[in-house]
């Protein structure tokens, strides 16, 4: 199987096909092995993030890291597009979950998601799994 962060740069071309947007995708250090369920939880997250990058905020790049530390694995997508205001209520579009359901995933996964973002400012999505989720939870590396 892939690595995390093969498996999210495979998918961000493909989200991004047809698109004049960049797209990096920074792994950890080692490469990051997680359990399938978890995995397609992750991609989810991370393609909502570059999909609002690409079609809100009108980004014309996006960034992709992930960090596989002592206290978690994070996964951040930054993008330089418009931004917008967070304190604005999120809207869920037919078939489109937007902030909600990406917050939603997370919570199911037993972690946190945060958004930071301003008008003009662009985004960054954080999505935190917390170490305990090394157990069973994540694949052994």
């Keep these: 199987p892939l690595d995390l962060a093969t498996h999210l740069s495979v998918m961000a071309g493909h989200a991004l096909r047809g698109t004049d947007v960049a797209i990096r ?3 950890a250090k080692a490469p990051v092995q ?3 369920d978890i995995r397609e ?3 989810a997250i991370v393609r909502e993030a570059i999909t609002n990058a690409v079609k809100h905020g009108r980004a014309a790049a996006v960034d992709v890291s992930i960090d596989d530390g002592a206290d978690g694995l994070t996964v951040k997508v930054v993008d330089d597009g418009r ?3 967070p304190d604005r209520a999120p809207g869920r579009a037919e078939g489109h979950f937007g902030r ?3 917050r939603e995933r997370a919570e199911k996964l037993g972690g946190r998601l945060t958004l930071e973002s301003a008008q003009g400012r662009g985004t960054t999505v954080v999505l935190h799994l917390p170490a305990r989720l090394a157990g069973p939870a994540r694949a052994s590396r």
Excluded: L, Q, R, S
Aim: glycine share 20%.
């Design 34 to 36: 997680v359990a399938d």
């Design 83 to 85: 931004g917008f205001d």
């Design 25 to 27: 995708v920074h792994g």
């Design 41 to 43: 939880e992750i991609t």
């Design 100 to 102: 909600v359901g990406m």
